[in-house]
Structure formats: C-alpha cells, structure tokens
C-alpha cells in the first residue's frame, strides 16, 4: 500500500503533494514502482496534528481520486474517519475505507456497509491530538486484539462480509516505543482473528527511536520493519518508500515463501 499525503502537516512528507497535480504525479509513480493499492489521506493524523474541515479535506482528495481512477488499474483507498469524505470517495471510485477510527464516528459503519467497499479497522487509543500524551495498557496485545474483533464483529453483524475487512494494531497510535515493539514481537497472535492484517510502520517514531535517525533518514529501519512485519503474517505493508520495500519483499518471497 503506497501512502499518497495530500497535506501540508504529515510527520513525514508534509507539503510535498500537497497540490493535487504533484499528488497524482506521486501516485503514479508509486503505482508504476510496484504498490498494490494507493492510500489517499487528505488530513494528518499524526500526534498533535490540527483536524481539518470536512470540505477541506473533500477539496484535497476527491480531485486526485477522480484523476486516478483513470490513470491506475489497482485499487484506491480513502485514508479517513469522516463518513461524509467515506461515501463521496467511495462515489468518485475509491474501493477500500482505511479508519483510523474504525468506523466508530457515527454513520460510518452505514455508508462502509451499504457499499461494496472493502474496510481497514485500525485500533488508536485516544485521538490524534491526545495519544501520545501518556498511553496506557494493561496487555497491549490483548486489549488491541480485543478492541479489533469487537470491531470486527460489529461489521460482520452491519452486513459487511468477512472478505471485505482488514485490520491493523494501530502503531504509533497510543503506544509507546515498549508498546511498538511488543505488538511487533507479538503480531503472529493477530492472525488468530483470521482477518488479513495490515501494518503501517514506515519512517515512524517508533523507528527513530531505535536507530536515533530522523525521520527522512528511516528507509532501512522501515524496510526491515516490512520484512519482519510480513514474516509475522501482515498481508499488507502501507509504505511511503514502495521500490524498495518491494524488492526487498520479492526476496521475503522467494526465500520464505
């Protein structure tokens, strides 16, 4: 999954395809390096970021959509928690919902289920402007796994099929370096939901603070990250860096199988 920001603020390629036609320049050429799917976020969820309006956000993301729709032959997803951004994306040709609110915003889960969208459900604890305040868990990998299949099965109960939803722990989202890397170690114990998972680790603090590299400087720690993450059962790795994390994924392939 290539991450295609169409916002000032991003923690790490905030402005660069801020505009509309550098965006689907950018996704284009992600397309053409190997990813599978193109993410399209039009408002920065990262800590302390500032909440966009909702006709913002339409603004930024429904444009590069539309163009894509035309110009790529892999699915697009829409990066957001506003059911309204949901359903006008969805309108434009987008065919994957990735919340990182797990449709919890009210009207969400009814515009993901009365459409043939596929969904991502990724646990946060708290929200963006507050979640690295002071994160707190018991057993991180209990409660997250928890907190994804109560998700989970009020999709399937809102008529959303099985096949149709992926799920992601949530790094960075609430946890602390302890929390990341135990979630890391422990991932294998998600595949138990039976749901394809998806992992977004790429140039995150969390890898900042095991290599003491800024956040332009994180290729390495994020490839072997995807490695690891996709060796744990992640069906899918969302990655700013593509040509590189799929090659490095065609030798996971060929060796690991």
Request: net charge negative.
């Amino acid at each position: 999954m290539g991450i295609v920001n169409i916002t000032p603020d991003s923690f790490s390629d905030g402005g660069q395809f801020s505009q509309a036609d550098l965006a689907v320049a950018h996704a284009i050429t992600l397309a053409e390096e190997g990813a599978d799917i193109l993410d399209i976020g039009g408002e920065s969820t990262r800590p302390n970021a500032t909440p966009v309006s909702l006709q913002e956000e339409l603004d930024r993301v429904i444009p590069v959509i539309e163009t894509l729709v035309g110009a790529v032959n892999i699915p697009l997803s829409i990066d957001t928690y506003k059911p309204q951004v949901m359903q006008a994306a969805i309108d434009a040709g987008a065919s994957i919902v990735n919340d990182v609110r797990a449709l919890q915003e009210d009207g969400a889960l009814q515009v993901v289920a009365k459409s043939n969208a596929g969904v991502c459900l990724m646990h946060m604890q708290g929200s963006p402007q507050t979640m690295q305040i002071d994160p707190q868990y018991t057993d991180v990998v209990k409660e997250v796994q928890q907190f994804l299949a109560t998700r989970l099965q009020d999709c399937l109960d809102a008529g959303i099929a099985a096949e149709r939803i992926m799920l992601d722990p949530g790094f960075g989202f609430g946890k602390t370096r302890a929390h990341n890397i135990m979630l890391i170690r422990e991932l294998a114990q998600f595949t138990a939901l039976k749901q394809p998972l998806l992992v977004g680790l790429s140039r995150k603090s969390v890898l900042g603070q095991m290599t003491g590299n800024d956040v332009d400087a994180r290729l390495y720690a994020s490839i072997a990250a995807s490695v690891i993450a996709t060796m744990k059962g992640a069906s899918i790795v969302r990655v700013h860096d593509v040509k590189a994390t799929v090659e490095a994924l065609k030798v996971v392939g060929a060796i690991h199988g």
